[in-house]
């Protein structure tokens, strides 16, 4: 898998996570059917449990150097289990949040595309169509998000996996959408996974872009979205955290809302992801 590193310049050839696993999970006749266990929720309960067990540390050092993580970004400090480790926080000054209230930031580390929102609140995610109504599981909101944008950041096992506000606003609603967790990768192009998948659809008012609809989306053993219980908040400002796995974040805009930067749309348009960082410039108020 190709993506960008806007930093460099360059682009990574980055390998999916359990690739092997996967592929058998979702490419094969038997895997498949074990695969409607493997995205249950009690598989990821499970999954929880085992990694929250103080003996789960010794699959840390393992973990840093298959995945390539940059420790010298966090806390310096003992973990107690995997699970520990995982939603570990980044050290002061390992990101700079941009300040500039005109900026819109990526809410988290994140490989990003962006898509278009058609007059009939329809987009092509991935090879797939959806509906917005599909995504939100209800019809409240959508009209007033025809040519709009929609930026889904993904999450991998190797990136920061907490999240943040994109500006100054408060929160509107929050309704949670129990489903599946199927993994948020090719591998699962036969799934609407976003349609299908567990996860948290926040209405949020801001004061430089608007109506923004914030989604974070469960994965393969993500059953857990933890939002810390925030009803106003600022720019930058911690919004929760996803518990282990990969998973995504979905932020829908109105139209004419937000000017996204051009690197991200050209390679957004050739479907390569953009490597973005918590707190990064990633687009502009209109």
Do not use: W
């Amino acid at each position: 898998m190709k993506i960008y590193d806007r930093k460099k310049k360059e682009y990574e050839e980055i390998t999916q996570y359990g690739q092997e696993k996967l592929g058998f999970l979702y490419g094969n006749p038997l895997g498949r059917v074990l695969l409607k266990i493997a995205v249950s929720p009690a598989v990821s309960d499970l999954y929880r449990f085992l990694n929250g067990r103080k003996s789960s540390v010794k699959k840390i050092p393992g973990f840093i150097e298959k995945n390539h993580i940059r420790m010298e970004d966090f806390e310096d400090r003992e973990y107690r289990s995997f699970n520990d480790f995982f939603t570990r926080r980044l050290r002061d000054g390992a990101r700079k949040i941009e300040t500039d209230r005109s900026i819109l930031i990526s809410p988290a580390d994140a490989k990003l595309l962006v898509y278009n929102i058609d007059d009939d609140l329809r987009m092509n995610v991935k090879g797939r169509t959806y509906t917005l109504e599909e995504i939100l599981a209800d019809d409240k909101y959508c009209e007033e998000y025809s040519g709009g944008y929609c930026l889904v950041y993904r999450l991998c096992v190797d990136d920061l996996h907490r999240y943040c506000f994109i500006d100054d606003g408060r929160l509107k609603g929050r309704k949670t959408i129990k489903g599946k967790l199927h993994t948020v990768s090719s591998l699962s192009a036969d799934y609407k996974i976003y349609k299908e998948n567990f996860r948290v659809v926040n209405v949020m008012d801001t004061e430089n872009f608007g109506r923004v609809i914030h989604i974070e989306v469960g994965a393969l053993l993500v059953g857990r979205v933890v939002n810390h219980d925030v009803r106003s908040f600022t720019k930058g400002e911690e919004k929760g955290y996803f518990e282990p796995g990969g998973s995504t974040i979905i932020q829908i805009f109105k139209k004419d809302s937000v000017r996204i930067d051009d690197d991200i749309m050209v390679h957004s348009m050739e479907g390569i992801e953009t490597k973005v960082l918590y707190g990064e410039g990633v687009g502009s108020k209109c």
